[in-house]
């Protein structure tokens, strides 16, 4: 099989996040706007390659003055950098229908290296005549390494906003036409 090109169905993927809130909760939240694209290589997963552009500015944690100043300057700082961006440098499996992807993270102007797991979740026809294939790719990265350092010291010890930044991708995905 050669390679194959794939677009995200973005109507069926999901991009979230969860983080640490006065060091006893998890807040939860997603980018609702994104878009990417992936080449394929099931039979050798070096070749694939992904790219993924994120809207910042479509931050979503369910509370409208987080999202707000999760927006400002003192977080993404959407007015001067937009966009949250992925593109990987490698794929490797590592057996039993999961990879190892490694990439480039760029968040407030800073880029670092990642590493996702990912899981395959299949292939399928949809009813419409197009193949689908899915993945789950998760990952953790700290928060300050992106140049948000934001934070407030809490009176009982510790501070408002953890470090730790744990991320899941949910993938549905459309072959594209040749």
Known sequence: MAMEKWGFDAAHSSVNFWIRHLMISKVRGRFGHWTGAFELDEHDPAKSHVEVQIDASSIDTGEAKR???????????VEKYPQITFRSTTVEASGNGTYRLKG?????GTTQPVLLDVEYTGRTKDPWGGERTGFTASTKIDRKDFGLTWNQAIEAGGVMVGDKVEITVEVSAVKAKA
């Open 104 to 108: 480039d993270l760029t968040i407030h």
């Open 67 to 77: 999202d707000a100043h999760l927006r400002s300057a003192d977080f993404f700082d």
